[in-house]
Structures are given as C-alpha cells and as structure tokens.
C-alpha cells in the first residue's frame, strides 16, 4: 500500500474502529500516533501491541475539541517527524446506539445537537487547520473523516449524531475542493453499524439481526472492516480519488 514510514494520526484510537485503523496502518509499515482524550491504559495496549507485532507507534493525549491541546499535539508530532502524512478524523462524543434510550424529535434539545457538533465536527475542524500547514507545505497529504451511513438511511433516526456526521461529509468536501490544488485528498467514510464497539455494545439483538437481514452481504461492519476502506483512500491507489465518501455497510447503502 505504500505507506512505509509515513506519519500517520488517528484521532480517538484507544478503542473500535480508531485502534482497528491503527494496527492496520501500522502493519504496513506507517508510524501510528494514537490520539486518546482520557485512557491512557487503553491507548498504552494499542502501543504495546503495535509494537509487539513489528510496528510503530505512540501514544499522545489531547482533547481533539480544545483548540490549544490540538496544536500542542500536532506540533509534538511536527517537531519529532518533521512531518503528518495522513489524518483519520475519527474521535466523537460519546454516543450510545441504543432505539430505546434515543431522544426522539419532540424532545430532543438543542444542546444535545451542539454536543455532537463539538466532538464530531469541531474536533475534525481543530485537526484539519492544525495540519493543513505541514500538508501545504509538502504538497502531499491525505485527511479521512469517518462518518455514518445513516445519512443515507436513517434505519433509527439518531437526530443529533446523524445530523453532525452530515455536516461533516460537507466540511470533508469543501476542503476537498479547496487542498486539491495542494495534492491534499479529503475523503469519508461512512460505516454502518459496526459491531463490536462501545457505542453499539447497547444495540439490541433485534435490532442488529434485522439490519443483517436488510444487508446483501449478511452480516455486520467489524473494525477491521473500516480500517481497510481508510487504509486504501490513505494509499497511492487513491491519489486521485478525493471529495468522496465510501459506504462500509455490506451494501446496506447503494449509491
């Protein structure tokens, strides 16, 4: 895939999908910076083992939705590497995808929206603009938003994660537009219900066999799954692909 010793950042990879990304990239040869915002136990065991299989990679704490914390990060990165090659947006507030715990349309609150506006956009926003400089600077770079398919088909309708994601995916395209002339590709990737990670451990077997049995594919996203999509948008198979999002969800979404 071409992604050896490239400088690699994952954003909320202590656990799920974001450690399932950096154990991929790592196995490849790239230097992994796992970003956490609370476990470090967590993110150490991602560490030890990337380590113990071959890898590279180091764990750094930063509350991806302060501002001031994203940019002591990235320039710990900077000084250490010189450089930041890739970006996986993939930190979130918490969230539980749980129908009956869910707030429905009629009382749902404004607060609610803004807190997953914070982690899930405002977080990528902190860590985009902090790396765009290096990005620029060396022509070259790829940045991967994780968002959701529910966007597509609101199976439950999450109001408030949902709506974040898809501002998200018009955040992804506008920079898309914008850092292409710079040789800077901007995609997402939008899992489905991926199984298992903390924010579905409260989805009822009802509900994830019925999504299996709507999927062509017949069962649910792993992980593992997602961290290939990202690691092929982050490789020089995907140099001209930019602007677009992929859906991981077994063919649940057809677009």
């Not at 609610?112 to 600077?137: F, I, L, T």
């Amino acid at each position: 895939m071409n992604l050896q010793e490239k400088v690699v950042l994952v954003t909320g990879a202590s656990r799920g999908i974001g450690a399932a990304i950096a154990k991929k990239f790592a196995a490849e040869g790239a230097f992994v910076i796992i970003n956490y915002l609370k476990n470090k136990t967590l993110a150490d065991l991602v560490v030890k083992e990337i380590e113990a299989n071959g890898g590279q990679a180091a764990a750094i704490q930063a509350d991806v939705q302060v501002e001031e914390q994203v940019a002591n990060m990235i320039t710990q990165i900077g000084d250490s590497f010189g450089t930041i090659d890739v970006v996986i947006n993939n930190a979130l507030s918490h969230y539980t995808f749980n129908p009956k715990t869910r707030k429905t349309a009629w009382n749902i609150s404004w607060e609610d929206y803004n807190s997953q506006w914070e982690g899930n956009v405002h977080g990528a926003y902190n860590v985009c603009r902090a790396v765009m400089p290096y990005m620029k600077e060396q022509t070259h770079g790829r940045i991967i938003n994780i968002v959701t398919n529910l966007m597509e088909l609101p199976v439950i309708p999450y109001h408030d994660y949902t709506t974040s994601k898809m501002a998200l995916l018009g955040f992804t395209r506008n920079l898309a537009k914008e850092l292409g002339v710079f040789g800077i590709t901007v995609n997402a990737i939008a899992p489905g219900l991926t199984y298992p990670t903390d924010s579905s451990s409260e989805t009822q077997e009802s509900v994830r066999e019925s999504i299996i049995h709507m999927t062509p594919m017949g069962r649910l996203a792993k992980p593992e799954d997602i961290a290939g999509s990202a690691l092929f948008l982050a490789s020089d198979l995907a140099a001209f692909i930019t602007g677009q999002c992929i859906y991981v969800d077994g063919g649940l979404v057809m677009r």
